[in-house]
């Protein structure tokens, strides 16, 4: 399938490991030219080296001009973006009944209002020329709050809440907004949870991980490849009609609909 990402450009948050680098490597071999960026510029660097057209981008997203500084990056190298990839490290894990104010407000600059700001930036351009796609790389945890990770669920409930409301202002401009959710993806960030949870109930990692892949219908934990493919095709022209929505890419883990 052509996804018609060809001469596109796609800006994808905090690429250096994990999903995001997966998510902009499968925008890459489409034919996007794509800004890699996190605050790793070095190793951001180095993956920019590898795809076909690409650059790295030093970024840290928490700092208040991040956002602002990494869209000029953008726009520099290859124009406005016509893809803007949302994506974050998550914060640290911890029960709801550990969340004071200051860690709920931190929790939101990460996950909430630095995507505000870039999607603030990008967005006039994409309407303007009627054709763009915004993608936030959410969790599981917003169909279904996950345990010991209160300040997660908290932070991309609301990012939910605001990409769903813009879905319906920009999808008549050709503008389509969504979420991809993953379940347990094989990551650094997965690998740290699981310690978290070996750690508090007394556990091995390998029995952590062990009892997580048997919860899962699927069987195992999910791979980079497998989410970054489900992500490119909702950036691509062929997803047009799809927006507003949540798809979870998470071997079948959530049981609800």
Not at 127 to 151: K, M
Not at 182 to 200: F, L, Q
Not at 236 to 241: F, I, K, L, R, T
Request: hydrophobic share 45%; charged share 20%; glycine share 10%.
């Amino acid at each position: 399938m052509d996804l018609g990402l060809q001469n596109r450009t796609a800006l994808v948050c905090s690429s250096t490991g994990g999903l995001g680098e997966a998510v902009a490597r499968a925008l890459a071999a489409e034919g996007a030219d794509t800004v890699v960026c996190g605050r790793r510029g070095e190793r951001a660097a180095r993956i920019a080296a590898e795809l076909p057209s690409a650059v790295g981008v030093t970024a840290d997203l928490r700092a208040e001009d991040g956002p602002a500084r990494l869209y000029e990056a953008a726009v520099a190298a290859f124009g406005p973006p016509d893809v803007l990839v949302l994506n974050g490290p998550g914060p640290r894990p911890a029960p709801a009944s550990a969340v004071d104010v200051t860690a709920a407000a931190e929790a939101l600059d990460t996950l909430l209002h630095a995507h505000i700001r870039l999607v603030s930036l990008a967005l006039p351009a994409m309407r303007e020329r009627g054709w763009g796609r915004i993608l936030a790389v959410g969790s599981s945890g917003i169909a279904a709050p996950l345990p010991n990770l209160a300040l997660s669920n908290l932070g991309r409930a609301a990012l939910a809440g605001y990409l769903k409301t813009l879905a319906a202002e920009v999808a008549p401009d050709g503008v389509t907004v969504n979420l991809l959710l993953p379940g347990r993806i094989r990551t650094e960030r997965t690998a740290a949870v699981d310690a978290a949870n070996a750690e508090r109930s007394g556990r091995t990692v390998a029995d952590v991980e062990q009892a997580s892949a048997a919860s899962i219908p699927a069987g195992r934990y999910g791979r980079p490849e497998e989410f970054a493919a489900a992500a490119a095709f909702l950036c691509g022209a062929p997803a047009s009609y799809i927006t507003g929505t949540a798809l979870r890419c998470d071997g079948g883990l959530v049981r609800a609909l």
